[in-house]
C-alpha cells in the first residue's frame, strides 16, 4: 500500500526497465496530482447569435419558465409552513388568504411551478451549452448561443415572482431574524439561543416565534459580518417580521448579482463559455429556488467569494508588476487589487467560513506567479531535493504569508468592529444535531446504526457518528491538499481546483442541504466544461429542485401523492399548450383578414 501511495506523490523511485525513460529525464516528472480531473477542462470556442426562429422560441421559453415563477409565488402563499407564525402579512387577506385556505390546490401549484421552471430551464440550455443528447453528451460546442443580454433578462424574468413570495422551502431566513435581534439588544449570539434570548416579554421575542424549533436552543453558526448586517436590518425594521425578511432576500439578491458579476468573467479566464458558467451557474434551478426563494445567506458568500477570486486572479494575471517601481513593499494599482481581492474573499468566510479556502487557490496562483512549481523528486538524489524546491518553498512561503496577513487583519477587524468578537469559531459545527440524508458520512452511520437494530446489536448510530464524521472530514482535508499540490503543478486552473474542493466538502460533510451542490457547481461551472461533469451537474440540479417539496411536517402522504400527480398533469398540459403546433382540428383564434 505504501509503494502505490510514494509513488502517487512522486517520491517512489521506478524499476529501470528497457523501454523506461532516463533516470535524468525522469527526475523532472511531479507526482499524477490531478491529471485525471483535468480531463473536465477544455477550452469553448465562441459562438454567433441564435437565429431569428431561435430567438422566437427562447422568448416562448423565457414566458414559460415566467409562469411557473408566477405559479410557485401563488401557491407559497399557502404551502407548508414558512410563512411566520405571527405577523402573517395574508391572513384575513381576501384574495391573497385563499391559497391557505386551500392547501392541495395551493401545494400543486407550489410544484407545478417548479416542475415547469425546471424543465425551462433544460430547454433554455439548448441556446447556452446546446442539445443534451447531441452537443453535450458527445462533447460538441453548439452552433449559436443565446447572447448575454438574453440570458440576463431571462434570469432576470424568472427571479422577478419570487421576489415578492414568501420564504420558499426553509425557514432559516427566521433564524437569521432572531439571531441578528439578539446581537442587536446587546446579547452573543454565539451562546445565547433564541429561546433564551428573545423569551417572551421581551423586546423583539416576535422574531424568535417563527424559529424552526430544532434551531431555537442553539447557538449563531454564522460569521459576524452577516449578523451584523442582520443587525442593521434589525435596527431599521424592528420587530416586523415581513419587512427583515423583505430585506434579507435583498441581501440575497446582491449575492446573486455578485455571481452574474464575476461568474462570466471567471469562465472567460478559464477559456470557457461565459454563456454555458451562466446558464449552469447562475441560472441554476436551485439558486432561484433556494438561494433567491429561501434567502439563504450562501448568496452572500458565493458572490463575494467569486467576485474576491475575479479581482485576485485579475492582478495575479496581469502583465504590471504588483509592487511599484523601485519599492519592494509598496503595492503597485494590481497589487491593491490583489489585497482587495483576497480581502473580499476574507469578508465572504465571514458570512459563512467555508469560503475561506479559496484564499488558499488564490495563494497558490500567486505563487506561480513568484515561480513556485510542484518540486520534481522522483529519481532525484535526497540531498537534491532542498536545491530543486527552494525556490518554490520561498514563492509559497511569501504568497501564503501575504494571504495569511489578509485575512487576518480582515477576520480580525470585522469580529473586533462589530463587537460580536470570536464565538463563531466555537459554533461551527451546530448544523451536526441534524442527521440529514444528503451528507454521505451521515447517512453511512445511520445506515450502520440501523443494521445493528435490526441484528440485535442495540442503537449504536450515535458512536458510529463521533467516529465516522471526523474521518471524513479528514479524508476531505486530504483531498483537498492534493487540489492544492495539483493547482501548484498547473494541471488544474484554480477555479477548478476550488470547485472540486468544494464539491469534496459537500460530499463529506456531516451537515449537507440541497443548495450546498451549489458551493461546487457554481465555481465549476466556470472550468469544467466535460460532458460528464454537465450532465451529472444539469440531472442532479433539476433532480434536487424537485425531489424537495415545499410541505410541512404534518402533510400526509396521500396529500403529496394526490399534488404531486395534479401538478405533473398541469405542468404537462401547461407544457403543450407553449410548445405543442396547434392541432388542424382546433379553429384558429386569430382574425381573418376581410376578402378583397
Known amino acids: 500500500m505504501a509503494s502505490p501511495l510514494l509513488d502517487y506523490l512522486g517520491l517512489a523511485p521506478r524499476r529501470a526497465t528497457a523501454s523506461a525513460e532516463p533516470v535524468s529525464a525522469a527526475a523532472d516528472e511531479p507526482g499524477d496530482y490531478g491529471a485525471t480531473v483535468a480531463a473536465l477542462h477544455a477550452d469553448e470556442p465562441e459562438v454567433g447569435p441564435l437565429r431569428a426562429a431561435e430567438n422566437k422560441r427562447l422568448a416562448r421559453i423565457k414566458i414559460f419558465g415566467a409562469t411557473g415563477s408566477i405559479l410557485l409565488l401563488i401557491g407559497s402563499l399557502g404551502t407548508g409552513d414558512k410563512l411566520p407564525v405571527s405577523q402573517n402579512p395574508v391572513a384575513g387577506m381576501r384574495v391573497l388568504s385563499l391559497p391557505s385556505r386551500m392547501y392541495a390546490t395551493a401545494l400543486t401549484l407550489s410544484i407545478s411551478g417548479t416542475l415547469i421552471l425546471v424543465v425551462a430551464w433544460l430547454l433554455i440550455g439548448r441556446f447556452a451549452v446546446g442539445r443534451l443528447s447531441v452537443e453535450v453528451f458527445h462533447g460538441k460546442t453548439p452552433a449559436r448561443r443565446m447572447t448575454r443580454r438574453q440570458a440576463d433578462h431571462t434570469l432576470l424574468l424568472w427571479i422577478t415572482p419570487i421576489i415578492f413570495a414568501p420564504p420558499l422551502l426553509s425557514k432559516d431566513v427566521y433564524s437569521y431574524l432572531a439571531q441578528s435581534a439578539i446581537a442587536y439588544i446587546g446579547k452573543d449570539p454565539y451562546t445565547v439561543s433564541p429561546l433564551k434570548g428573545l423569551p417572551p416579554g421581551t423586546p423583539l421575542y416576535e422574531l424568535a416565534g417563527s424559529v424552526p424549533n430544532i434551531w431555537k436552543d442553539t447557538p449563531a453558526p454564522y460569521g459576524p459580518l452577516f449578523l451584523w448586517l442582520g443587525e442593521h436590518i434589525t435596527a431599521i425594521t424592528g420587530d416586523n417580521i415581513t419587512v427583515a425578511t423583505f430585506l434579507h432576500r435583498i441581501l440575497a439578491l446582491a449575492g446573486v448579482a455578485m455571481i452574474v458579476w464575476a461568474l462570466p468573467r471567471l469562465a472567460r479566464r478559464c477559456g470557457v463559455s461565459p454563456i454555458a458558467a451562466l446558464w449552469l451557474g447562475a441560472m441554476n434551478p436551485l439558486v432561484i429556488l433556494h438561494l433567491v426563494g429561501g434567502i439563504h445567506n450562501e448568496s452572500l458568500m458565493l458572490g463575494m467569494m467569486l467576485v474576491g477570486l475575479e479581482l485576485g486572479l485579475a492582478a495575479v494575471d496581469a502583465t504590471s508588476r504588483l509592487s511599484r517601481p523601485g519599492s519592494r513593499w509598496l503595492p503597485s ?14 469578508m465572504s468566510s465571514m458570512i459563512k467560513a467555508t469560503s475561506i479556502i479559496a484564499l488558499g487557490f488564490l495563494g497558490i496562483a500567486l505563487a506561480r506567479r513568484w515561480g513556485a512549481t510542484l518540486p520534481a523528486l522522483r529519481h532525484a538524489p535526497v540531498r537534491e531535493w532542498w536545491d530543486r524546491s527552494r525556490d518554490s518553498a520561498v514563492a509559497l512561503l511569501r504568497s501564503a504569508s501575504l494571504m495569511g496577513a489578509i485575512a487576518v487583519v480582515v477576520i480580525v477587524g470585522i469580529c473586533l468592529g462589530t463587537g460580536l468578537g470570536f ?14 440524508w444528503m451528507s454521505m458520512p451521515t447517512a453511512l452511520s445511520v445506515g450502520a446504526g440501523r443494521g445493528g437494530v435490526w441484528l440485535g446489536l442495540g442503537d449504536h448510530t450515535q458512536a458510529i457518528l463521533s467516529i465516522v464524521r471526523p474521518l471524513a472530514q479528514l479524508i476531505a482535508g486530504v483531498y483537498i491538499i492534493r487540489w492544492l499540490l495539483a493547482t501548484l503543478a498547473g494541471r488544474i486552473h484554480p477555479i477548478g481546483a476550488l470547485g472540486i474542493s468544494m464539491a469534496t466538502i459537500v460530499l463529506f460533510s456531516p451537515f449537507t442541504q440541497a443548495w450546498y451542490l451549489l458551493w461546487a457547481v457554481i465555481p465549476l461551472a466556470a472550468w469544467a466544461s466535460d460532458r460528464w461533469f454537465r450532465l451529472g451537474a444539469i440531472a442532479s440540479s433539476a433532480l434536487i429542485a424537485t425531489v424537495v417539496m415545499p410541505t410541512s411536517s404534518n402533510t400526509t402522504g396521500i396529500v403529496v401523492a394526490q399534488a404531486l400527480l395534479a401538478a405533473i398533469m398541469t405542468a404537462a398540459v401547461l407544457t403543450a399548450l407553449f410548445f405543442e403546433e396547434r392541432p388542424k382540428w382546433l379553429p384558429s383564434l386569430r382574425r381573418r383578414e376581410p376578402s378583397r
Open 333 to 346: 494599482a494590481a497589487g491593491w487589487l490583489l489585497i482587495a481581492g483576497a480581502a473580499v474573499i476574507a
Open 423 to 436: 464565538g463563531w469559531t466555537g459554533t461551527l459545527s451546530t448544523g451536526d444535531i441534524v442527521r440529514s
